[in-house]
Every structure is written in C-alpha cells, then in structure tokens.
C-alpha cells in the first residue's frame, strides 16, 4: 500500500456530532488526502467517559463526516477504537503492519502534537510517520488551557516511562532486534 493517512479522534455529543476539534483533525485530513489520494484513511475513537458515551465509536462518526464531505468510503479502512492517544499510538501499530504502507501521514491538532510524537515513535520507532497538525479553531484562552494540560500529560508519561512499572510494560514494545 503506498500510503495511509492516521486521524486522531477527539470528541462528540450525545447525539454523535464531532466537537470543533475533531472536525478541525478531519478537515485536515481531507487537506493532505487531496494531495495523496491514493492514501487510505484510517480513523481512530471508540468510546470513552470523557469523549464518547453514544452507542456507536467515534471513529464511526468521524468516518461518517469524511464521506459526507467527499472522501471514497473505499479508501477509509477499519477503525482503530481506541479510549486515548496511548492506545491510538499502540493499538495502530498492528494496522501498519497488516497493511505496510510506504508512508503513514498522522493528523492531529496543533496542541497535542508533542504529544503523538513521543508516543508514536515509541510504540512505532521503525515506522518512518510524518505529522501533521491541524490548525485549532478555538479560543486563545481555551487553546492555551488545553496547551497546558497536554505539556502536564506528557510530562507524565515521560516520569511513566522512566518509571520501573512503566505503563508502557502492558504493551509488545518492538526490540531493535526483530
């Protein structure tokens, strides 16, 4: 496969409609895949108390927009339902090597993007990805908020994975030696 293009999920109502950040990831996807149409897409999002508690995945509704908007639903592969961006950045690893893509594009918002680069080179260090972050259509006061707690989350993982019960250690992490 040439490529795949990885879009993070976010939020969503009750009623399934994608938060302000989720479409902002979308739209950004929907930019990049003009440019490499041949990419198939892959959406992540299960459920989750803090981002989806409808009965279908996020990733569900995610994938509902982009066709909504134009993108070939036969270009849009299975969901990775993930609760988190731990588990976007591991449980898509088994994608990526199902499919062995050339290249693997992952789209996320302009804040959480330090972030998903920690956590995919960790869970991916072999996996070449280029990152691209979607512009946050959100207020300064809300983005710096938001800019803060994603600064507190990875410094957690970091004492995490420097930790000896590392959170990592529930997770196959490749060795340089396969």
Same mark, same amino acid.
């Given at each position: 496969?040439?490529?795949?293009i ?12 994608? !938060?302000?950040i989720? &479409?902002?990831?979308? $739209? *950004?996807? @929907?930019? /990049? ?6 990419f ?20 569900m ?32 690893? !088994?994608?990526?090597? &199902?499919?062995?893509? $050339? *290249?693997? @594009?992952? /789209? ?71």
């Amino acid at each position: 496969m040439e490529g795949i293009i990885l879009i993070l999920g976010h939020t969503n109502s009750m009623e399934g409609i994608l !938060s302000t950040i989720a &479409q902002d990831r979308l $739209q *950004m996807g @929907i930019t /990049v895949h003009q440019q490499h149409s041949t990419f198939a897409i892959v959406c992540t999002g299960g459920f989750g108390e803090h981002f989806n508690t409808t009965q279908y995945p996020h990733a569900m509704y995610a994938q509902q927009y982009l066709v909504e908007q134009g993108i070939d639903a036969s270009l849009i592969l299975n969901p990775v339902l993930s609760k988190n961006t731990v588990e976007d950045a591991s449980l898509s690893r !088994s994608v990526l090597e &199902q499919y062995k893509p $050339q *290249m693997v @594009i992952v /789209v996320s918002s302009d804040f959480h993007m330090p972030r998903v680069k920690y956590l995919f080179t960790y869970f991916q260090p072999s996996q070449p990805i280029t990152f691209i972050s979607a512009t946050s259509a959100l207020s300064k006061e809300c983005l710096q908020q938001l800019t803060s707690h994603e600064e507190q989350a990875l410094a957690r993982l970091k004492s995490m994975y420097l930790s000896e019960n590392s959170i990592f250690t529930n997770f196959n992490h490749p060795t340089t030696d396969s």
